[in-house]
């Protein structure tokens, strides 16, 4: 098994500049999830790491191994694609064994290989099946046991599970989750424009932006001390709240009375040369609650989405923000049409200057300058 190491890694299609300045170090172990919206090039970055897309600048390390200009039949990769690209004639077993087959290997170790990866993925009581007697997940299965069992050094996923429904999207999930669990070793890069998954799959998540990395960490690093408003807003559904405000008190606790009139209390400690300050406090939804005290916003309830555990308050936007919503357990239906104070625990509220939080300012890494989407 083995790691991977992208340095200064570069894309460029002409004069059109895709990718540039990746810097990624990726242990083995590992399960890596590049994210990003539409466009952003993870996709791209995925198919250099496979040979698939040529590197116009940088270094990409496989297990100790500049592999720049090595074919990706050598690279000791396997590729799991979002189509299944399955065989209609063969069966699950012959699927699965042909790439051994092509590689001359022994009976007797395509069968172990084989028996090994189907009891893993629970495909061993459809090894005799053609794919058109399997399900959506069943046929992704396959193809990441047609993978499996070419033991390879890192396992690549481009957004396997994006041409199932709903349902089979959550059960694979599920069972890529428990297979990462039965292989701690394997190294795994996958790409998703899903950050549920991404959530909760990820030993660490890979957001691109801007032809850039925005921010790299675990899933709740991200979640909860995002670097930028780019990473605050893509992670977390709903996105969290931007509210326009001037920072009037400094110290340990930092207060920014905000543009619609509000009040907001953080915990990020700020000095004294941030005393007014044009800033953008950050609050996610579900890190609201009501108040008959000093609000952090007040505003009037125009939509209700009512999902049983939770309900989204979706307020009338004031002017120079984006409109604000919040998450409230349990059922809220009669607050449609009425005014409502929020506020928000200074641990929870967040601080952003030109779109980089204060919290990270003298944090000695080189990031991209991204806006919130």
Known sequence: MAGLVLKDVAKAYGDVQVLRDIDLDIQQGELIVFVGPSGCGKSTLLRMIAGLERITGGTLTIDGQVVNDVPPSERGIAMVFQSYALYPHMTVRENMSFALRIAKKTQAEIDERVEKAAKTLQLHNLLDRLPKELSGGQRQRVAIGRSIVRDPKVYLFDEPLSNLDAALRVATRIEIAQLKEAMPERTMVYVTHDQVEAMTLATRIVVLAGGGIAQVGTPLELY??????????????????????????????????????????????????????????????????????????????????????????????????????????????????????????????????????????????????TKAH
């Open 224 to 369: 909860e001390r995002p670097e930028n408003e780019f990473v605050a807003q893509f992670i977390g559904s709903p996105s969290m709240n931007l509210l326009p405000g001037e920072i009037t008190g400094t110290g340990e606790r930092t207060t920014v009375r905000l543009a619609g009139g509000g009040m907001a209390v953080s915990a990020i400690p700020t000095r004294a040369d941030d005393m007014g300050k044009q800033v953008n406090i950050g609050v996610r939804p579900e890190d609201f609650s009501e108040t008959t005290g000093e609000a952090v916003f007040e505003g009037k309830v125009s939509i209700i989405e009512a999902l049983g555990e939770v309900t989204l308050l979706y307020f009338e936007p004031v002017e120079g923000a984006d409109p604000v919503i919040a998450k409230l357990g349990g059922i809220h239906k009669d607050l449609r049409g009425r005014t409502v104070r929020l506020t928000a625990d200074p641990s929870k509220v967040h601080i952003f200057h030109d779109s980089q939080s204060l919290l990270y300012r003298d944090a000695p890494v080189k990031r991209i300058a």
